[in-house]
Nanobody, 120 residues
Framework: QVQLVESGGGLVQPGGSLRLSCAAS????????MSWYRQAPGKERELVAR???????NYKDSVKGRFTISRDNAKNMVFLQMNSLKPEDTAEYYC??????????????WGQGTQVTVSS
């Protein structure tokens, strides 16, 4: 019943913008830290942006000042606004939900991924 459904990916030129959306259901969304990860072909998955249950954010250094993560708890949605896109941003982007239950354990859910391609 848990679902994270992503949308908003596509093809964009360098310098352009996209907004990714993730619609969550089946869990207590407001309690979870929400994140966006990305993975390019042949590369490791990497954390792009994170927002906690109380609204604190952090970002991968290379996207600071260009990307903004936000959430709407009333709608169970998280967003990633991506501006000034670069070819190095090309990747599959995944929505992630995390709840730390103990110092050693966590609950985690993943979305299906949405492709972002930045190319002329």
């Amino acid at each position: 019943q848990v679902q994270l459904v992503e949308s908003g990916g596509g093809l964009v030129q360098p310098g352009g913008s996209l907004r990714l959306s993730c619609a969550a259901s089946g869990f207590t969304f407001s309690a979870y830290t929400m994140s966006w990860y990305r993975q390019a072909p042949g590369k490791e998955r990497e954390l792009v942006a994170r927002i906690t249950s109380v609204g604190s954010t952090n970002y991968k250094d290379s996207v600071k000042g260009r990307f903004t993560i936000s959430r709407d708890n009333a709608k169970n949605m998280v967003f990633l606004q991506m501006n000034s896109l670069k070819p190095e941003d090309t990747a599959e982007y995944y929505c992630n939900a995390l709840l730390v239950t103990t110092i050693w354990q966590r609950d985690v859910y993943w979305g299906q991924g949405t492709q972002v391609t930045v190319s002329s």
